[in-house]
T-cell receptor, first 114, second 115 residues
Framework: GDSVTQMEGPVTLSEEAFLTINCTYT??????LFWYVQYPGEGLQLLLK?????DKGSNKGFEATYRKETTSFHLEKGSVQVSDSAVYFC?????????????FGGGTRLMVKP | GAVVSQHPSRVICKSGTSVKIECRSL??????MFWYRQFPKQSLMLMAT?????????EQGVEKDKFLINHASLTLSTLTVTSAHPEDSSFYIC???????????FGPGTRLTVT
């Protein structure tokens, strides 16, 4: 079945540091890939997505490129802020799955210190 | 953008009672809604998928008689936790999507505490 693996946290960085959160996946079809962010006590918000190989999703300074050859979708940001502190989830949606259900990775907690 | 609301945001109930959580799509019609459960510091686990007007499809290991899901309209789905026990305490999150390859939009979550 489909699965998503992402690096375990917490990831602790100083403000303005470079961020990378690794995400790899296994899927039977041609999935769409997503990064969601969850702030404390809240639900998930879509951060960015990519629907086919070599697509780059970007939003709020975050980027991730859909790499089919390495089955990866690593999240990057050049300069993090304290307000980026949250839990980040990588997810995939296999177009063949019923209702396009999402399969989530385990989440990575990011803590940015001033 | 599309907005999904949940009510209540927090609920505390006594063991043995039932609790109903509502999930509403405020500005779009949701043909499919999903219910997730999230334990502290863990990922989301899909509990069930519901399509408007039909019975929910439960994931393996989820008791359908304990977690009753009703998707009576294109804008409302409810999750009822029946005979709640302390181990049911969790963060419950719903999401809603339109038909086809529509994106899932997540609600803010409901924190359930069973004492």
């Amino acid at each position: 079945g489909d699965s998503v693996t992402q690096m375990e946290g917490p990831v602790t960085l100083s403000e303005e540091a470079f961020l990378t959160i690794n995400c790899t996946y296994t899927a039977t079809g041609y999935p769409s890939l997503f990064w969601y962010v969850q702030y404390p006590g809240e639900g998930l918000q879509l951060l960015l997505k990519a629907t086919k190989a070599d697509d780059k999703g970007s939003n709020k300074g975050f980027e991730a490129t859909y790499r089919k050859e390495t089955t990866s979708f690593h999240l990057e940001k050049g300069s993090v802020q304290v307000s980026d502190s949250a839990v980040y989830f990588c997810a995939l949606s296999d177009e063949g799955s019923a209702g396009n259900m999402l399969t989530f990775g385990g989440g990575t907690r990011l803590m940015v210190k001033p | 953008g599309a907005v999904v609301s949940q009510h209540p945001s927090r609920v505390i109930c006594k063991s043995g009672t039932s609790v109903k959580i509502e999930c509403r799509s405020l500005d779009f019609q949701a043909t499919t809604m999903f219910w997730y459960r999230q334990f502290p510091k863990q990922s989301l686990m899909l509990m069930a998928t519901s399509n408007e007007g039909s019975k929910a499809t439960y994931e393996q290991g989820v008791e359908k008689d304990k977690f009753l899901i009703n998707h009576a309209s294109l804008t409302l789905s409810t999750l009822t936790v029946t005979s709640a026990h302390p181990e049911d305490s969790s963060f419950y999150i719903c999401s809603a999507k339109t038909g086809g390859l529509g994106e899932q939009y997540f609600g803010p979550g409901t924190r359930l505490t069973v004492t």
